[in-house]
C-alpha cells in the first residue's frame, strides 16, 4: 500500500463494483483500486447454494444490520441482511434472476427526464453480461456473442471497444433450478385455476404469471459476482489492485481554487491503520443503500440537521442522502399440507440430511441446490389494479421465523410482497464514527394504500390455495389464521408475520437538477461534487417490481459505459 494513487477508486466490491471493477480495470492505463470491508469469498457456504441460511446472520459475511422499531409491524425490529464480503449481496442473497417490469425503467426515464433509462435503451446493458442457459434471443445473452450494445460509439480504451474486437462479455449465468416439488407445481396449476398465466420468462418486461424462477448458479453452484466479474479476469491484470477487510471512514472533499467541490479520494482503515487514498479521475461508491448513503453523511454530505446533530461538519448540503428507503416486505402465510414431501419432513433427521448431503455431492441437485424460494408468480392484488402489484416466493418449508428451525409437520410457505410500496423510510447516522451501525428505518406500512395491499394481498393467496389444484393436500391455513378476515385484522397480522425480503433501494436517488431531493443526476454523478458518482440500489429512485439484484448489475453497466467515455472526453 506504498502508492496510494490510483484513477478510480470503488467503494464497495458488491454487486455493483465487482463489475465495474471488471469494466474500468479493462483499460491498461487506468489504475483501478476496490476496497472491500468484508473479506474475500472464500467461505464454503457462500457456494453451496443452501448456504444462505448460514451465511445471513453470520458475522464473517453479514454486516448484522437491525431495523429501528417500525410502527406498521406493530413495534417489531428486523434483521436486516447486507453482504460483508466480497461479491456483496450477491454471495449471500436468493440467487434469483430478476429485471422488475418495463414500466418500471419508463419511470425512471421520466423521473430523470434522461431517456437513457428507458427500457428499451437498458435491455442492452442487461444482456451484455448475461450467460443464459437458453442461449441468445431478443431479450437474453449469452456467452460467446455480440449484443446490440456492441453497435454504439465507444472510446478505444473502454471494455465495450475491448469486447467488439472479440466475443465476449456473458459473464452473469442464468440457469433453471436443479429440482421441482410436487406441491409447487400444484400451486403453480392453482394460481392458473386463479388466473394467473403460466409463463416460461419472468424477464421480457412483462412478469404477470407464474413459473418456476430462474437462478444465479452455475452447475449446482452459486454465481456470485466474484466470481463472474473478478476471478481470474481482475486479478491478472497489473493495473488492477484489491483491498479487503478495508472500510472507508469518510470522503475526502476539497473546494477547488475556482470555489467548486471535488472528491479526491477517501480515508480507508484497513484494520491497522487509517490510510489516505487518491483518485485523479473519480471514486465510486457502491456499497450499497445502507452503506453508500451512511459514508456520505459521514463525509459531510447529506441533510445539514443531521450533520450538525452528529457533529459532522457540513461538506455539501443534499437533504435527499438517506432519504427515499424502500423495501419490499414480504408477508409469509404458512400453509400445512399431507400426502406430499415438504423439506421440513426430509430435514427432520439425520438420515434425511444425509440423504440431501449425499445427492448434492453427487449430482449437484436436490434441497442444497436449491435458492430460498423456488416457485414465483405475479399478479394483481384487485382486479383494479392496473398492472401485476404483487410477487409470491413461494417455498416447500415452513418456519417462525428466518434463522429458526424448520416446523416439524409438512407445510410451505407461500410469501407475498407489495412490488411498488408507497411507505418511504430512511437511513441516517446515529454517530460520526464509521464503526457504528446508521439506524435503519423503513417505515413498513405506513400508508394506507399499502395496508390496503397487504390485505387484500393474503386473500389472493387464500384464493389460490382454495382451488381444486391443491385439494389433494388438504391445506390448513397456519398462519396468519383463517379467523382474520377484516381488512383492519390482516394489516395488523401483516405486520405480525411480515420480514423484509432484503431490498432496499432509493436512499441515494437520482433525479433531475430542479429536484431538491435528488442525490444525482442521471448519469449517477453526485450533485454538486465532481469526480464522485454513486452506483448502486440507493440511485433507484423508485424500487424495480422484483428482485433488485440483477437491475443493479445493469446500472453497473451503463455507469461504467458512461465513465469510460467522461474519461475519454477529458
Not at 374 to 396: E, M, R
Not at 410 to 418: F, R
Request: net charge neutral; with cysteine; charged share 20%.
Amino acid at each position: 500500500m506504498n502508492d496510494n494513487s490510483f484513477d478510480y477508486i470503488i467503494v464497495g466490491g458488491g454487486t455493483a463494483g465487482s463489475l465495474l471493477a471488471n469494466r474500468l480495470s479493462a483499460d491498461a492505463s487506468k489504475r483501478v483500486l476496490l476496497i472491500e470491508a468484508g473479506k474475500k469469498d472464500d467461505y464454503h457456504w457462500i457456494h453451496i447454494p443452501v448456504g444462505y441460511l448460514y451465511c445471513i446472520g453470520n458475522p464473517r459475511t453479514d454486516w448484522l444490520y437491525e431495523t429501528e422499531p417500525t410502527a406498521g409491524l406493530n413495534g417489531r425490529t428486523l434483521r436486516y441482511p447486507r453482504g460483508k464480503v466480497l461479491g456483496g449481496c450477491s454471495s449471500i442473497n436468493g440467487m434469483i434472476y430478476m429485471r422488475g417490469q418495463s414500466r418500471d425503467y419508463d419511470q425512471w426515464a421520466k423521473i430523470t427526464g434522461d431517456d437513457a433509462w428507458r427500457w428499451d435503451q437498458s435491455l442492452p446493458y442487461f444482456q451484455l453480461h448475461e450467460d443464459h442457459y437458453k442461449g441468445p434471443n431478443a431479450f437474453h445473452g449469452a456467452k460467446g456473442t455480440r449484443p446490440s450494445l456492441m453497435a454504439v460509439d465507444a472510446p478505444s480504451g473502454s471494455y465495450i471497444h475491448t469486447l467488439k474486437g472479440r466475443l465476449a462479455g456473458g459473464e452473469w449465468r442464468i440457469e433453471k433450478q436443479r429440482l421441482q416439488w410436487d406441491v409447487l407445481d400444484a400451486f403453480a396449476q392453482a394460481a392458473q385455476e386463479a388466473g394467473i398465466p403460466a409463463t416460461d420468462d419472468f424477464n421480457r418486461g412483462n412478469n404477470e404469471g407464474v413459473s418456476y424462477f430462474e437462478v444465479n448458479q452455475k452447475a449446482g453452484w452459486r454465481w456470485n459476482t466474484a466470481k463472474a466479474f473478478l476471478r481470474p479476469t481482475c486479478y491478472a491484470r497489473p493495473n488492477f489492485e484489491l483491498w479487503n477487510k478495508a472500510q472507508v471512514a469518510k470522503l475526502i472533499i476539497e473546494v477547488q481554487a475556482d470555489g467548486s467541490k471535488r472528491c479526491t479520494g477517501a480515508q480507508v482503515w484497513t484494520g491497522t491503520e487509517m490510510v489516505t487514498v487518491q483518485a485523479t479521475r473519480e471514486v465510486i461508491l457502491s456499497a450499497g443503500s445502507i452503506g453508500s448513503a451512511q459514508i456520505l453523511q459521514l463525509s459531510g454530505i447529506g441533510p445539514s440537521d443531521l450533520l450538525k446533530n452528529k457533529n459532522v461538519e457540513v461538506a455539501h448540503e443534499l437533504p435527499g442522502v438517506g432519504a427515499n428507503l424502500q423495501d419490499h416486505l414480504q408477508i409469509r402465510s404458512v400453509y400445512k399440507v399431507k400426502g406430499t414431501k415438504t423439506l421440513n419432513t426430509m430435514a427432520n433427521s439425520l438420515w434425511g440430511k444425509a440423504m440431501i448431503g449425499l445427492e448434492y455431492a453427487l449430482k449437484r441437485t436436490g434441497p442444497m441446490s436449491m435458492a430460498p424460494s423456488q416457485l414465483g408468480a405475479f399478479t394483481k392484488s384487485d382486479p383494479s389494479q392496473p398492472w401485476a402489484n404483487i410477487q409470491y416466493h413461494v417455498q416447500p418449508l415452513s418456519l417462525d421465523a428466518f434463522g429458526e428451525p424448520l416446523h416439524s409437520f409438512p407445510a410451505i410457505t407461500a410469501s407475498v410482497c407489495n412490488l411498488n410500496p408507497s411507505s418511504r423510510g430512511s437511513v441516517n447516522i446515529k454517530t460520526n464514527r464509521f464503526e457504528d451501525a446508521p439506524a435503519i428505518a423503513p417505515n413498513y406500512l405506513s400508508t394506507d394504500e399499502d395496508r390496503k395491499v397487504a390485505a387484500d394481498s393474503l386473500r389472493v393467496t387464500r384464493h389460490i390455495m382454495a382451488q381444486s389444484a391443491m385439494k389433494s393436500f388438504q391445506p390448513e391455513e397456519f398462519k396468519p389464521g383463517v379467523q382474520y378476515q377484516s381488512d383492519a385484522d390482516l394489516a395488523k397480522l401483516a405486520g405480525d408475520i411480515a420480514s423484509t425480503i432484503f431490498h432496499p433501494v432509493g436512499t441515494t436517488r437520482m433525479g433531475r437538477a430542479d429536484d431538491p431531493m435528488a442525490v444525482v443526476n442521471s448519469r449517477l454523478q453526485v450533485r454538486g461534487i465532481a469526480g464522485l458518482r454513486v452506483v448502486d440500489a440507493g440511485v433507484m429512485p423508485t424500487i424495480t417490481s422484483g428482485n433488485t439484484n440483477s437491475p443493479t448489475l445493469m446500472m453497473a453497466e451503463k455507469a461504467a459505459h458512461w465513465i469510460a467515455m467522461d474519461a475519454e472526453r477529458s
